[in-house]
């Protein structure tokens, strides 16, 4: 028996091959389809035999099918299987797919089975890590100065009010003029709210010092501890010498004399101490002549008169003795000693308010306006805006930028909740659209940066 002839039969059909009452017919290979499928490529190959002999030969002169007869051998078989061209197999596969479209029950199972794969188009996705925050979150009552090392403006802390209560913050961003970036350093302060920051010409340093930090229960306290920033890290002063009964109230750079000026109140609100960073430790002065004490002030470098001045809080001693006044006078810092000058003739530092030094000016943010200092003997305030929050700000001048900064505060139209926007002042307010951070670093101030100074411990 041969492919070509599957009822037995050398030569001759079988019978009633094409009877439907046959047994073996059409009824039969419908019952069994694979049947249907063995008679189809028999039919197909006779066929293509016959074909074969009116086309020419193959260049090595073989025929392009062969018949075989009787036992088949492994080298036969092996040369039968060599002999199957690309054109028997496609229209074997075609008539295979015929006959499975006919009876609509025909599946062809490979003779070794694999498990079934999973195909996948595209590229995978890549899980990426989440992009870094591009500004600091709301909060009030940061601290800010400008560091004409780096050029940039840096910010420290603040506070946020929560559910749990009060929580000072404890992270660190530089603002280049453009951009926010979060800076990581290696070691930072607590979280403080209300700490004062400032440059120090003489090492080249911004000191961090005062200021409250929270509780577990969402309470507040005061803090006394200094720290400095090297430009990549934070680094706690042991031996700052600030008297812990001593309140931080102001914090002010001296650019005509090089220092970097302190007032506190010492407790109780008995007396008003001045003091200046000596690079590792606080240095007390004793001038001869000071203000009275004060629970809150405002201190600030003149351009106008190259000194610092002093505004004292409206409150004043308020509750501990009578030194509050509704039009303080603003004492004036020489570089050795404190001198008033003639009253206000009306002041607006009232409520919540923020000072600060533009290049040309002192300026003061307040909720009912921004206003700048005439300066100098008998100065007085006048409106140049309004204010973009209520108070509480962080404020700082941007010396590479030749513009004030202004970050967060209290929301004046969000029931006193914090913020998170920045402003800029350069004759007006102009809301910045933060929206990236890790900003190119960018050149200082001109006409040359500031150079921080690295004591020498083996120096005498």
Not at 76 to 85: K, M, S
Not at 227 to 233: H, I, P, V, Y
Not at 427 to 434: F, H, K, L, M, Y
Not at 449 to 459: E, I, Q, S, Y
Request: a negative charge.
């Amino acid at each position: 028996m041969t492919d070509s002839d599957p009822a037995g039969t050398e030569g001759e059909p079988p019978p009633h091959r094409f009877d439907r009452s046959a047994s073996g017919g059409l009824d039969g290979e419908a019952r069994h389809p694979a049947q249907r499928l063995r008679r189809a490529l028999a039919g197909e190959i006779a066929g293509r035999r016959t074909e074969q002999t009116a086309e020419a030969a193959p260049p090595d002169g073989e025929p392009e099918f062969e018949t075989f007869s009787g036992p088949v051998s492994p080298s036969d078989h092996a040369h039968w299987t060599r002999r199957i061209t690309r054109r028997t197999v496609i229209t074997g596969v075609s008539l295979a797919a015929l006959v499975a479209a006919a009876t609509g029950t025909l599946v062809l199972t490979p003779a070794t089975h694999h498990p079934p794969m999973e195909v996948v188009t595209g590229t995978p996705p890549i899980a990426l890590p989440p992009a870094p925050p591009s500004r600091p979150s709301a909060r009030d009552d940061a601290a800010m100065a400008y560091d004409p090392a780096d050029g940039a403006v840096l910010l420290f802390g603040g506070l946020v009010i929560g559910g749990e209560g009060l929580n000072a913050l404890d992270d660190t961003w530089s603002w280049n003029g453009t951009r926010w970036a979060e800076l990581h350093p290696t070691a930072s302060p607590p979280g403080l709210s209300g700490a004062l920051l400032g440059y120090d010409p003489a090492t080249g340093s911004l000191v961090l010092t005062g200021g409250d930090t929270s509780t577990p229960g969402g309470q507040l306290e005061e803090r006394d501890a200094t720290w400095s920033w090297g430009g990549s890290a934070w680094t706690a002063e042991a031996a700052a010498a600030l008297p812990a009964a001593d309140r931080p109230t102001a914090l002010a750079t001296d650019s005509a004399s090089g220092q970097l000026i302190l007032t506190t109140t010492s407790a109780g609100c008995e007396g008003f101490d001045t003091w200046e960073w000596g690079g590792s430790a606080w240095k007390l002065l004793h001038p001869a002549t000071s203000p009275p004490a004060t629970l809150e002030a405002g201190l600030v470098f003149d351009p106008r008169t190259d000194g610092l001045d002093l505004f004292p809080s409206v409150a004043g001693c308020s509750g501990v003795d009578e030194t509050a006044s509704t039009n303080p006078p603003v004492w004036f810092w020489n570089g050795s000693t404190w001198s008033t000058t003639i009253a206000q003739s009306d002041t607006v530092l009232t409520g919540s308010w923020e000072l600060v030094t533009s290049s040309s000016a002192a300026l003061v943010v307040t909720s009912g306006g921004t206003y700048q200092w005439s300066g100098g003997d008998g100065g007085g305030w006048s409106q140049v805006s309004t204010s973009p929050a209520a108070g509480d700000a962080a404020v700082a001048y941007d010396a590479a930028d030749d513009q004030v900064v202004l970050f967060g505060g209290i929301c004046s139209s969000c029931d006193g909740t914090a913020v998170a926007e920045t402003w800029t002042w350069d004759g007006s307010w102009t809301p910045r659209a933060v929206t990236a951070s890790n900003p190119t670093p960018k050149p200082g101030p001109t006409p040359s940066p500031a150079v921080r100074h690295t004591p020498n411990p083996t120096a005498m």
